[in-house]
T-cell receptor, first 111, second 113 residues
Framework: AQSVAQPEDQVNVAEGNPLTVKCTYS??????LFWYVQYPNRGLQFLLK??????LVKGSYGFEAEFNKSQTSFHLKKPSALVSDSALYFC?????????FGAGTRLTVKP | NAGVTQTPKFQVLKTGQSMTLQCAQD?????MSWYRQDPGMGLRLIHY???????DQGEVPNGYNVSRSTTEDFPLRLLSAAPSQTSVYFC????????????FGSGTQLSVL
């Protein structure tokens, strides 16, 4: 069965610095990978997805993610973090209906 | 366009009580699903449906029932609530079961005493 892992529970960055939230995946076929963000007391919101094509995927709010097949990774990145990016981030993989989520990474951006 | 609507937002139950969490979507989505979110465990899939009349189990189905009589509605039933079912529940839908993104409701916070 497919799965994703987020090795960091917490990531702290200073405003204006680049940020990376890590995700690795395990699938038997072609991966369909997603990133979602959750703000307090809200449902998850879609950021971006990788289905096929370019390894660098651009998404909402200036976020992008790099698909690396050899390292089975799909890290979320942003060149310059904002305080308003502070939230819970989830990596997910989808295969034949099921979407499976990682445990989440809490991103804190400090002024 | 309301998207995915969940009711209630909050609920407190006593052990052994039953209840139904409601979920409705107005986007004509084929796929609907229920997740529970617990600290440090991410979201775990309870049940899902790929169309009206079709349901299947996810990772953690025990203690929950679902039905899908219409495309729009996908209620989740707790048969006999237990403290282990204290969680935040999210309903989600997508246009198709394959590589489409999910749209989430705002969640139901359930406490079982």
């Amino acid at each position: 069965a497919q799965s994703v892992a987020q090795p960091e529970d917490q990531v702290n960055v200073a405003e204006g610095n680049p940020l990376t939230v890590k995700c690795t995946y395990s699938v038997s076929g072609n991966p369909y990978l997603f990133w979602y963000v959750q703000y307090p007391n809200r449902g998850l919101q879609f950021l971006l997805k990788y289905i096929t094509g370019d390894n660098l995927v651009k998404g909402s709010y200036g976020f992008e993610a790099e698909f690396n097949k050899s390292q089975t990774s799909f890290h979320l990145k942003k060149p310059s973090a904002l305080v308003s990016d502070s939230a819970l981030y989830f990596c997910a993989v989808r295969d034949e209906g099921d979407m499976r989520f990682g445990a989440g990474t809490r991103l804190t951006v400090k002024p | 366009n309301a998207g995915v609507t969940q009711t209630p937002k909050f609920q407190v139950l006593k052990t052994g009580q039953s209840m139904t969490l409601q979920c409705a979507q107005d986007m004509n989505h084929e796929y609907m699903s229920w997740y529970r979110q617990d600290p440090g465990m991410g979201l775990r899939l309870i049940h899902y449906s790929v169309g009206a009349g079709i349901t299947d189990q996810g990772e953690v189905p025990n203690g929950y029932n679902v039905s899908r009589s219409t495309t729009e509605d996908f209620p989740l039933r707790l048969l006999s609530a237990a403290p282990s079912q204290t969680s935040v529940y999210f309903c989600a839908s997508s246009l198709s079961p394959m590589n489409e993104k999910l749209f989430f409701g705002s969640g139901t916070q359930l406490s079982v005493l």
